[in-house]
């Protein structure tokens, strides 16, 4: 799960700079473009850290940035939606995307507080 995962978040990172080489080079879309590309592949290296982790606490702390971070990633291709008139297919699908890596994360990291409340009963 953790490989397949590493390897998904990369793929979304990748598939978010891709979406990014086909907007027009303006300061505009430069500056979503940045953030889009910096949030995207943020999921993707936070998560990495997560699987790192030194405790549990540390894992449940990388994934909320990875949450924050994919969250970020919506947002951004939210925008584009609204002030693009081109992509709009590719940008719902990574929009997906986001939201079922956000889930995933999400529900992660309610498993890991629910194991740790019930090792501490």
């Given at each position: 799960m953790k490989e397949a995962l590493k390897i998904r978040t990369?793929?979304?990172?990748?598939?978010?700079?891709?979406?990014?080489?086909?907007f027009p080079i303006s300061r505009e879309y430069n500056a979503y473009c940045s953030q889009l590309i910096r949030?995207?592949?943020?999921?993707?290296?936070?998560?990495r850290a997560a699987c790192r982790a030194k405790s549990n606490a540390d894992f449940i702390n990388k994934l909320k940035i990875v949450e924050e971070e994919a969250d970020e990633s919506m947002y951004f291709l939210?925008?584009?939606?609204?002030?693009?008139?081109k992509e709009h297919?590719?940008?719902?699908?990574l929009h997906k995307e986001g939201n079922e890596l956000l889930?995933?994360?999400?529900?992660?990291?309610?498993?890991?507080?629910?194991?740790n409340h019930k090792s501490e009963s």
């Open positions: 990369r793929k979304y990172a990748a598939d978010c700079w891709n979406l990014c080489k086909k949030c995207s592949s943020s999921v993707g290296a936070n998560y939210e925008l584009f939606l609204e002030v693009s008139d297919i590719e940008i719902k699908r889930s995933i994360v999400v529900a992660s990291i309610k498993t890991m507080r629910n194991r």
